[in-house]
């Protein structure tokens, strides 16, 4: 099953040139805007379509996936920091870095909420409710920022949420647990809090400073989680270890940490809205690797909920493409 190694490593070069540049707050390739955001967001596709796969694959607990993806992660931008020999002012504010460990509170709850529901429910439908994500950040950009909302995208936040409450209808779920639907929603509104934290922090604070901190906060908050679970987070075989730093090489640093760097740029329901092709990439991924299949009903309602989260994403990408 190492196969999805090979997929890995044909986008780590790309990855890390573009993160890289991205640590340094500098555009990464003189092209135009609207080229930029395509070639960064399909990177963020590709990253994050293999995370759920990747977890499956290691055969390690949620808590376990959660801990080395973060762990490993803050430990390579750690290192980058000490290369780079970067102070950070903006951390000398106490309400900016309190901020940014709350934020890996959060990322720490998604991972470990989300994670556990792939156990629960086939690859497809975690995803698809997991991401949709930026229904609830439509609602904390209205509460906190006061920004507008179009009556396309109230229709799908309705929609959206209506398709998700019919998951929970045991008839639909068959063979898999209603509790696994449940802990991809709370992975949902966990994820909220994280981006919606990293939109107003990454104003002030560079994606180094406020990645390296939030990762931290998120591997600490997992293991003392553990500690008083008694989860085993070291007891694993290599082809674990393997699957551990896939996790954190591809969809965190080429995925949340790209998604890091867009926050400041754009809203948190824009910014997010390529969440929207990971079920897709899921999907396809999980039947190749895992052999799982589902239901016409369930490709029903996946289908009815990405295009409520297509409707709320509508409008922004929208604003995004007529900028110049």
């Not at 994500?133 to 006061?146: A, E, M, R, T």
């Amino acid at each position: 099953m190492l196969d999805i190694a090979i997929y890995a490593t044909m986008w780590e070069g790309m990855v890390l040139k573009i993160l890289i540049s991205n640590l340094l707050e500098k555009s990464p390739i003189k092209i135009g805007r609207i080229v930029f955001y395509v070639l960064v967001f399909t990177i963020i596709f590709l990253s994050i379509s293999v995370a759920s796969i990747l977890v499956l694959l290691s055969n390690a607990s949620a808590v376990a996936c959660a801990f080395w993806r973060t762990f490993l992660s803050a430990i390579i931008l750690w290192f980058i920091k000490l290369l780079l020999n970067r102070s950070w002012v903006g951390l000398r504010n106490y309400k900016v870095l309190s901020l940014i460990v709350l934020s890996g509170v959060f990322l720490a709850a998604h991972f470990l909420f989300w994670m556990e529901s792939l156990f629960l429910v086939p690859v497809a439908i975690s995803t698809t409710i997991v991401v949709s994500y930026p229904l609830f950040s439509l609602v904390v950009d209205k509460i906190i920022y006061n920004e507008r909302i179009y009556g396309i995208q109230y229709i799908g936040l309705t929609t959206g949420f209506i398709g998700i409450a019919f998951f929970m209808e045991p008839r639909l779920i068959g063979e898999y647990s209603v509790s696994g639907v449940i802990l991809a929603l709370l992975g949902a509104v966990a994820a909220t809090g994280y981006f919606s934290i990293g939109r107003r922090v990454r104003k002030v604070v560079g994606l180094l400073e406020y990645t390296t901190i939030a990762y931290s906060s998120a591997a600490i908050t997992l293991l003392v989680y553990s500690l008083f679970t008694g989860a085993n987070l070291v007891h694993y075989g290599l082809n674990s270890y393997i699957y551990f730093f896939l996790l954190a090489i591809i969809p965190m640093l080429g995925g949340h940490t790209l998604l890091n760097y867009v926050l400041k740029y754009i809203k948190t329901s824009s910014a997010t809205s390529i969440a929207l092709g990971e079920p897709v990439g899921a999907s396809i991924l999980a039947y190749i690797f895992l052999g799982q299949i589902i239901t016409p009903i369930q490709i029903l309602l996946i289908i009815v909920i990405l295009l409520s989260i297509a409707l709320v994403l509508y409008p922004e990408i929208r604003n995004i493409t007529e900028k110049k």
